[in-house]
């Protein structure tokens, strides 16, 4: 007996939606039939993926790395934007937004080559752990969201993921956590320079920002990175709503879905308030806009993988 798809999702509008737009994309015989190649699906990572409260994971790896450095050189800690996450001062910091964290990041690693930032990122990452749910952040992917990308994938689907997180933190467990290569990750990024080092040619970050991957950004660079319009997008914050406006604006078959969390028994439940990702406009025109919105707690069986 073949197992249902999503068995994580909760039989429902949501569920049922996803499931009758794969089989209609699918069908060689239907009117709705997009070829292997144009199934596009991009998910945005924090609050889509994986868990992002109490505040972005990408926010402690930048404290931890910012610490480091205003050991060596005390003055730093004196400048915006890093004053804020010196000091943790989290009204401050929403007040800089989601930005200056990826400003904090790349001035924190200029200098560093893309092989030594990956080995920073692994030994992070191999022991970081989100301090409210106690277990490390890897660990707290979710569960319907592994099924769904599974799903699309059996599908003919390519999975990408866009987001305003760093490009290679996110590199960094992609392909382990959500089958995902690193190839067919969108993210925020930094300057970068090749150089020769004695006889290796290396690729070396920059102390400066080259692209925030966030709003109207996304749907810029997935057309610079992915060439193609998805069919398919998935987010959770008005940071992801110019990519499911992209999405859906295009000819044949569509389909964005919103999450929203509003489980805080099992996860956590905000919207408008939160740090660094408000959700309002997407959530309160999502019928006007043609998206499908998903509640953790309704729709969701199961949450972290």
Partial sequence: MTQEPLPSWRKGAARSAIVNFVTRVTDPDGPAFVPPADRIATFDNDGTLWCERPVLAQ????????????????????????KAYAERDV??????????????????HGGSTEEEFAAIVQEWLGRATNPVLGRRFVDLTY????????????????????????IDVIRGFSEQAYGIPRECVIGSSQQLAFEMRGDTGVIVKQASLNSFDDREVKPV??????????????????????????TLSGEGARMALLLHHDDDAREFAYDRDFLLSPLAEALDRAGEYGITKVSMKDDWASIFA
Avoid at 143 to 162: D, M
Avoid at 224 to 246: E, V
């Fill in 59 to 82: 926010c402690f790896f930048a404290q931890e790395r910012l610490d480091a450095l205003i050991a060596r050189d005390p003055a730093i800690a004196a400048r915006d934007p890093f």
């Fill in 143 to 166: 569960r319907p969201q592994i099924e769904l990308l599974a799903y699309l994938r059996a599908n003919g689907f390519r999975n990408f993921i866009v987001s305003g997180g760093g």
């Fill in 221 to 246: 660079n997935i057309a610079l990175h992915i060439g193609r319009r998805p069919i398919l997008a998935f987010g959770n914050s008005d940071g992801d709503l110019a990519m499911m406006r992209y």
């Fill in 91 to 108: 009204p401050r910091m929403k007040e800089l937004g989601k930005r200056a964290l990826l400003e904090v990041l790349t001035a924190v």
